[in-house]
DNA sequence: GCCGTTTTCGGCCCGACTGTTTTCAGTCG
């Protein structure tokens, strides 16, 4: 257990303390205890088994126990009475500001509120003004801060962030001296939500760079700012990082701030075993000979060892620098390789254009084929389509297809998967259509085994295409649901199913991690924008793209970059 | 629970602020 974990732990035991009204000063020893091990420069583990950790300022008899307890068995008996019977969520009660130890009590015991979304319930029931020690004032004060919360602590969506990012680095381009500018981070990483924005500038005079980036008109404070760092928080609660560096660093630098950590590390531990110590500056010799001078990240993965440059997406250290070395790595997918998109929705149920300026939009796009599907009947909340009205449609899709010669339009449906694993159309009409996929939006919420059995059935349709968002996952809002992959997928390879990557910004579903497992198994994949308006028909490209290159996929991976002939005759089996 | 002795128990940082309560508890930095 690492000093991190271990001053986490004493956090915990602290918070949990001051939750069950424990004396004060007992409490402040644990939070000293915590601090003291954060700013250790030895490692706790080395200190405990030598027994030097006595002389710790902070760390006294009970808290040594306890340490060594940590160190030889990797639990503590004693955090986990103190957890017994404490709710989780009492934790993220105590981060909103009003909210200490002793009014989370309250609320807790007095109205069973045990989660934040609880809290905000009982505040906007008037519940949490009569209490003792509360009032109107406090009330209104935590709702405030509840709404605060999401707003600034949260992460974001990827693409709430993108425009901010982008708007930071034609700002900072434009300043004096400044040589380049990158966005770094988990935004260049391709994360599909991220707490922060990281901006990496090349100039000499960082001063001018520090001073335009606190004077930003989008800046709401500043939270620090040095000769080199600045960090402030936009009106709209996004924090921003910026950071200057000499133009002859930018290659060392840019790789350090994309990270991730982990790849990081791993990288660091690459260049101290070939004699070289890497920092965000450079890649120093340790015998103290002159650093070698990089311009481009691709030349410092060579100069380490790598055969292989590995792209900012794939940085997560799940063996992307083990296939790098061999030279292994697939060549990704590029959003230039999509030759179509299905998954595309129309006025005709909830999306917000018509038949015509979705197809403009794809033709715009330089789409060769799009493939309308727009929802099946039981989806009434979004205007789902009888038999009766997707015969109708057929009827305006007719007249797009003569309209616009130039790309191939399907007919399509996105059809429910029903609580049964049945599908929400006739076999009749299922077969009419040009292409299907079967998506979950009822019950999400299955058992794990009854869930896996729906999917199967689903699954073992053979009109089904592409198995549309898998996981049902909303970003930020909604966790996946539970099912068994391994049968799924063989249902799928059994009937050339394509997994969807849905591109949504809101959803990115399959993810990178199930896409590895998907592309493992031999299953292909299909990346759709999902799109319920003609502007986000370029998710597909902009977004799904992104989570597939996460998910090691290539080219060869992705049926829609078939060409059209292809892709009609042997992914949609059409004529 | 830690520390430091006045060596075995008493002090531990504390003031500003807020809102509730009417003299102060709780939070925050």
């Not at 900012?312 to 997918?333: S, V």
Request: aromatic share 6%; proline share 4%; hydrophobic share 40%.
């Amino acid at each position: 257990m690492d000093n991190r974990a271990v001053e986490a732990v004493l956090n915990e035991i602290a918070a949990l303390l001051e939750l069950k009204g424990a004396n004060t000063f007992k409490v402040r020893a644990y939070q000293n205890a915590a601090r003291a091990v954060g700013n250790l420069q030895e490692d706790v583990g080395e200190l405990v088994e030598s027994g030097e950790i006595k002389s710790v300022r902070g760390i006294g008899k009970s808290i040594q126990e306890k340490l060594k307890e940590l160190h030889e068995t990797e639990e503590l008996v004693y955090l986990e009475e103190l957890r017994s019977g404490v709710p989780e969520g009492l934790f993220e009660i105590m981060t909103v500001p009003g909210m200490g130890p002793k009014k989370t009590k309250v609320v807790w015991e007095e109205l069973s509120v045990t989660t934040l979304v609880d809290l905000e319930t009982a505040c906007k029931e008037d519940q949490v003004a009569g209490l003792k020690g509360f009032g109107k004032k406090s009330q209104a004060k935590i709702l405030d801060g509840i709404e605060h919360l999401e707003l600034t602590r949260g992460r974001r969506l990827r693409s709430q962030a993108l425009p901010q990012a982008a708007r930071l680095k034609a700002l900072l381009e434009g300043v004096a001296g400044v040589e380049r500018v990158e966005v770094a981070g988990s935004l260049r990483r391709g994360r599909e939500t991220v707490k922060d924005v990281d901006l990496l500038v090349a100039s000499l005079e960082p001063e001018a760079v520090m001073e335009a980036a606190r004077d930003d008109p989008e800046v709401d404070s500043i939270i620090g700012s040095g000769a080199t760092k600045t960090s402030v928080r936009l009106k709209d609660g996004l924090q921003v990082d910026v950071r200057v560096v000499e133009p002859r660093s930018f290659a060392c630098a840019l790789a350090y701030f994309t990270g991730s950590k982990d790849f990081n590390v791993a990288l660091r531990g690459m260049a101290l075993d070939q004699g070289y110590s890497l920092n965000e500056y450079d890649l120093r010799p340790l015998d103290g000979s002159p650093p070698p001078e990089f311009a481009t990240e691709e030349e410092l993965h060579k100069a380490l060892g790598l055969a292989q440059y590995v792209p900012p997406e794939l940085r997560e250290n799940t063996g992307e620098i083990a296939a790098a070395i061999k030279g292994e790595l697939p060549t990704l997918i590029e959003p230039t390789d999509l030759q179509g998109i299905l998954h595309v929705h129309t006025k005709w149920s909830d999306g917000t254009g018509t038949v015509d300026e979705m197809v403009r939009g794809a033709v715009e796009l330089g789409y060769d084929y799009l493939g309308i599907s727009d929802h099946s009947e039981i989806a009434g909340y979004a205007n789902g389509l009888s038999v009766d009205r997707l015969h109708r449609q057929r009827e305006e899709i007719e007249a797009a297809r003569e309209a616009y010669p130039q790309i191939r339009i399907f007919h399509g449906c996105e059809v429910d998967i029903l609580g049964d694993g049945q599908l929400d159309l006739t076999d009749e009409c299922l077969e009419w259509l040009d292409f299907v996929i079967a998506s979950v939006h009822m019950e999400l919420r299955q058992e794990r085994s009854k869930m896996t059995k729906r999917l199967v059935r689903a699954m073992s349709h053979p009109q089904v295409r592409v198995f549309g968002h898998p996981l049902g996952r909303k970003l930020l809002k909604r966790d996946s649901s539970a099912f068994d992959w391994e049968p799924v997928l063989d249902a799928c390879v059994e009937n050339s199913i394509a997994v969807e990557v849905n591109g949504s910004p809101h959803r990115l579903d399959a993810d990178w991690v199930h896409v590895r497992r998907i592309r493992a198994r031999g299953v292909k994949l299909c990346v759709n924008p999902d799109a319920h308006a003609q502007a986000t028909l370029i998710d597909a490209a902009r977004y799904g793209v992104c989570e597939a290159r996460r998910g090691w996929a290539s080219k060869e991976d992705v049926v829609n970059t078939l060409d059209l002939a292809a892709f009609e005759k042997d992914f949609l089996r059409i004529g």
